[in-house]
T-cell receptor, first 113, second 114 residues
Framework: ETGVTQSPTHLIKTRGQQVTLRCSSQ?????VSWYQQALGQGPQFIFQ???????GRGNFPPRFSGLQFPNYSSELNVNALELDDSALYLC????????????FGPGTRLLVL | GENVEQHPSTLSVQEGDSAVIKCTYS??????FPWYKQELGKGPQLIID?????GEKKDQRIAVTLNKTAKHFSLHITETQPEDSAVYFC?????????????FGSGTRLQVQP
């Protein structure tokens, strides 16, 4: 059974640029959630996708957007990057929508200069 | 707002001792409480979880207790080992995300001294 994978592992961007992060969910999981983890803090919920539709969103601006594909993999897009967007971006997959039993990937470390 | 409070922020124990981390939550309708372990450079790893219809759950050296009335839950690690050193996060399902996501505590850095 393959776990949650994310790419790239690290990324450096400059302020104002756009970035796309990718996630492949664990085999058999149809729900993907994205979290942002700033240094020294707990992860914060960005949004969740279930069967290709957004199924809930946290307190993040519209420049954070996402997609889920028919194979349940997902992308997180961030436009107009700001310095405060520097963080570890985590993807988690689960069997059904809702929060239960989420399995996290290793994350993508984004640095905005 | 609705949140999860976690303490202590750091905890140092001697190998073989027990460690206890406590969390409180604000949303009385929350019904699922997982604990995650995060090692340096890695994503959070689920170590144990508990649902609101259960008061205690144990898995080898790890146990979690839940007091719904007081709205708090705790992680207990017995016979600690150096490999238990990591940051531990509690989480809950809170109403501010429609209970579709996890709201995390701020983390506890556990250091097990050999």
């Amino acid at each position: 059974e393959t776990g949650v994978t994310q790419s790239p592992t690290h990324l450096i961007k400059t302020r104002g640029q756009q970035v796309t992060l990718r996630c492949s969910s664990q085999s058999g999981h149809n729900t993907v959630s994205w979290y942002q983890q700033a240094l020294g803090q707990g992860p914060q919920f960005i949004f969740q996708y279930y069967r290709e539709e957004e199924n809930g969103r946290g307190n993040f601006p519209p420049r954070f957007s996402g997609l889920q594909f028919p194979n349940y993999s997902s992308e997180l897009n961030v436009n107009a990057l700001e310095l405060d967007d520097s963080a570890l971006y985590l993807c988690a997959s689960s069997l059904e929508r809702g929060p239960e039993t989420q399995y996290f990937g290793p994350g993508t470390r984004l640095l905005v200069l | 707002g609705e949140n999860v409070e976690q303490h202590p922020s750091t905890l140092s124990v001697q190998e073989g001792d027990s460690a206890v981390i406590k969390c409180t939550y604000s949303d009385s309708a929350s019904n699922y409480f997982p604990w995650y372990k995060q090692e340096l450079g890695k994503g959070p790893q689920l170590i144990i979880d508990i649902r609101s219809n259960v008061g205690e759950k144990k898995d080898q050296r790890i146990a979690v207790t839940l007091n719904k009335t007081a709205k708090h839950f705790s992680l207990h690690i017995t016979e600690t080992q150096p490999e238990d050193s990591a940051v531990y996060f509690c989480a809950g399902t809170l109403g501010n995300t429609g209970r579709r996501a996890l709201t995390f505590g701020s983390g506890t850095r556990l250091q097990v001294q050999p």
